[in-house]
Nanobody
């Protein structure tokens, strides 16, 4: 059983930066790929970014260049750095863990989820 514990997030002004982290514990194969998703009020959860154990990354096109996903393989922790924050980035952010060996974007490919972290970008 994989456990994902998220930290970071909170309130940031538009144009600012914010970081999220997600520490995983459990079977190694269960966290081959780790990813970030977000859900804004009244909207469906959407893919943000993912990273494989080998360091390959995948981003949703609209966020590429502002968001950076990284991973500490030793600590089995994944990070999301958000730069040039926009009010439309306001959402609950979730990390997920997948057994897939490539960075996948589909929610159904993730079998474990973190508790969610609120990120609010003020204008």
């Amino acid at each position: 059983q994989v456990q994902l514990v998220q930290s970071g997030g909170g309130l940031v002004q538009a144009g600012g930066s914010l970081g999220l982290s997600c520490a995983a514990s459990g079977p190694t194969f269960s966290t081959n790929t780790m990813g970030w998703f977000r859900q804004a009020p009244g909207k469906e959860r959407e893919f943000v970014a993912s990273i494989s154990r080998g360091g390959n990354t995948r981003y949703t096109d609209s966020l590429k260049g502002r968001f950076t996903i990284s991973r500490d393989a030793v600590k089995n922790t994944v990070f999301l750095q958000m730069n040039s924050a926009k009010p439309e980035d306001t959402a609950v952010y979730y990390c997920g863990a997948s057994t897939y060996t490539w960075p996948t974007s589909g929610q159904t490919t993730y079998s474990s989820w973190g508790q969610g972290t609120q990120v609010t970008v003020s204008s």
